[in-house]
């Protein structure tokens, strides 16, 4: 069984790194290179790592807004929050 804790982290450095080396986080690019990545790291579809990040960044979203924990919602989480909501409600 693959730690969500390790294969977030993987994914998030991986992310980091494109993102670095392309001066911003593109989705349409990103996140397939990344998900693919994670899935041959961890032996496992893209889909599948695409699954598992969202759940362990599901729980440590919740746990940062109800201050269980001190995990910091980085700028580009922040960013897709704030994309989300504005949608929702607007």
Partial sequence: ???????????V???EELEQKDGEYNPERHDPIVLKAAGRKFGITP?????IYDQ?????????????SNYVL?????????????????
């Fill in 74 to 90: 980085t700028p580009r989480l922040k960013a897709i929050l704030d994309r989300e909501r504005k949608e929702r409600f607007s």
């Fill in 1 to 11: 069984m693959v730690d969500k804790k390790i294969l977030y982290s993987f994914c």
């Fill in 56 to 68: 362990e960044l599901a729980v440590l979203t919740e746990n940062a807004i109800t201050g269980k």
């Fill in 47 to 51: 889909e599948e790592a695409g699954i």
């Fill in 13 to 15: 450095r991986k992310w």
